[in-house]
């Protein structure tokens, strides 16, 4: 069976972005591609195939705008910012009040995300603690990197889990910055932000934690249905 030269230029093309190689290679073979068909041809089967590529024909130019190749990548700049924006509040306002907005401002961030992901269906409202702990699981690998949380110890009993985790990037950051003194850490905001997305009564109490000088965190977390 023969393959047409569109389907085999378009396939070779997701091949390269697919295996990010580097941009020179990338802009040789758009000016190949650009030869063999036209610029709106080319975007109409990238799109059929499924490849999206920030791919761009200005005035019969092929241009290709390179991103990070993690996404994990923005997601470490974005905790340093975090970071360097709470370490600048404490030097205006000192600890207290640089608390309290980093509480208010995580918990309304976390409360949109959860929002925007049941408006997109990845995420369903829980109907057990289990579903919600899984939910947690899927805040973690969208906010933080490095898998951060998914993989650590949470057991049941009833409608309550207690997760116990002994790594947190948060608390190196600000350990390394040496502001743990004062320092309130922001995941119960986290969770606040979540549960009343939900619709759940924020149920969960910090019962061990690295900030607070033990050796892991132990937090346990009850599913209750908001009444109200």
């Known amino acids: 069976m023969s393959v047409s030269p569109m389907k085999y230029s378009i396939e070779m093309l997701g091949s390269f972005l697919r295996t990010q190689l580097k941009s020179q290679y990338i802009v040789s073979y758009c000016k190949y591609l650009k030869k063999k068909v036209k610029g709106k041809a080319v975007m109409r089967e990238i ?119 002994s790594q947190c990037h948060a608390y190196d950051a600000v350990k390394k910055a040496r502001m743990l003194e004062g320092y309130e850490c922001g995941c119960q905001a986290i969770r606040n932000g979540v549960m009343k997305a939900l619709r759940l009564t924020p149920s969960h109490t910090i019962k061990e934690s690295l900030v607070k000088g033990d050796n892991r965190c132990v937090i346990e977390i009850t599913f209750a249905p908001d009444r109200s």
């Not at 409202?125 to 998914?150: A, E, G, T």
């Open 47 to 165: 799109r059929r195939y499924g490849i999206i590529p920030t791919l761009f024909f200005i005035r019969g130019h092929c241009m290709v705008i390179l991103e990070f190749t993690s996404v994990d990548t923005l997601r470490k700049l974005w905790w340093l910012h975090d970071s360097f924006w709470h370490a600048a509040l404490v030097k205006e306002l000192g600890f207290e009040r640089a608390n309290q907005i980093n509480l208010e401002v995580a918990e309304k961030l976390f409360r949109m995300m959860t929002n925007q992901l049941l408006r997109e269906g990845i995420i369903e409202r829980p109907r057990s603690i289990q579903d919600l702990m899984s939910i947690f699981k899927v805040i973690w690998k969208n906010s933080f990197f490095d898998d951060l949380y998914i993989t650590d110890p949470i057991s049941y009993e009833g409608n309550t889990a207690v997760w116990i985790g």
